[in-house]
């Protein structure tokens, strides 16, 4: 008999980190599969039907969102505004939303089984950019960008797009270089002490970029329909914002692909490490990727990017939680937590030159983009 304790906990982080903020549909639908979980109800059969790992909220409710797509007068539709929908969440949602699954597992179970949380959050770039212009400052070199888990490859676009930072005394500092076309300004709290001038010279300078690579088990062509649906799925129905800006980037993306990869990351990272130019540093990045990992294949990037810094200049971005992210380099807590702050995602450098290591904290991140706090400092 399975047990639920696991997949209803991921049901409950998912309300209280998430969605309980910004998604009134998607707070309501996971306390009703919650409860329904609890009592053995109807979502054990559907949930039974993936891979331990594929029980996430996110996965089950983008499999739906995308079935909906091509069911739009369905009565479950007037609960998401991204069919147009208005209906408030309310006592007769838990009934449409299980009716509708119902009538098209085939469909859902599919998708929940193979499918893939491959959010690709353009305003994530907002986050980025000033890390890598770190990163030029710092070794004052083009970068050979590599991503790991690039999904449609957005973020390796990060140089192109045009940014807006706006700061809590109302001064706003503008960036990126505002090349893409039909992208709209990215927008970006930044929070903390960091003034304009702290963070115009990261900013405003142009990245030199040597090339691009995105490494992906499955990479999705922007310019592919089925690609796209999928995409806009991953999207909360109440976030119209967020589908504007990934329509805009990907139609940037279709006009101007960049090379993504098909592989195991850590399979392949070390060819794609060698094929950045000698002038070029290898700039390695991870944005919301390393969850998806199990704890082994993530000791063994830990392993593989030691081995490849130690016989070539790197750097190596993360922009994750602190536990799978730059402290699977240090070994220790978030300095930052310690001090009693409340930090979502850490943005982190680990730097290889002539071989040796060094470790940076730059800032902290808000989910899907949604602030910055930079703050350059060396870990002990």
Known sequence: MTDWTVTMRRFEIFIDREARESSPLYTALCQYVTDDLATGGYFTEVLAQAPERQRIPNLLFASVHRVLFDHPEDALAEYYPSLGGSREPGDELPKAFTTFVSAHRAEIDQRLATGETQTNEVLRSAQLLPAFGWVQA???RPLGLIEIGPSAGLLLHTDRYDYQYEFSDGTALSGGGASADGVPVLHCPVHGECTPDQLAPFVTKPVRIA???GLDLNPLDPGDPEARAWLRALVWP?????????????????????????GDAVKILGDAVDSVADNAIPCVFVSNSLPHWTAEGRAE???????????RDLVFILKEAHRI?????SGRPDPAVADGKDVH????????????????????????????????????
């Open 138 to 140: 710092v070794t004052r």
């Open 238 to 262: 109440e976030h119209a914002e967020r589908r504007e800006r990934l329509e805009a980037a990907l139609e940037h993306a279709a006009r101007r692909p960049v090379r993504l990869r098909k």
């Open 325 to 329: 992210g730059l402290g699977l380099f």
């Open 345 to 380: 995602e850490v943005l982190g450098a680990v730097v290889y030159l002539g071989g040796r290591e060094r470790l940076f904290r730059l800032g902290a991140a808000g989910m899907h983009g949604s602030w910055l706090e930079w703050s350059p400092q060396p870990l002990p």
């Open 301 to 311: 990037l830990v392993r593989l990017i030691r081995e490849l810094g130690g016989r």
């Open 211 to 213: 090339s691009r690579v």
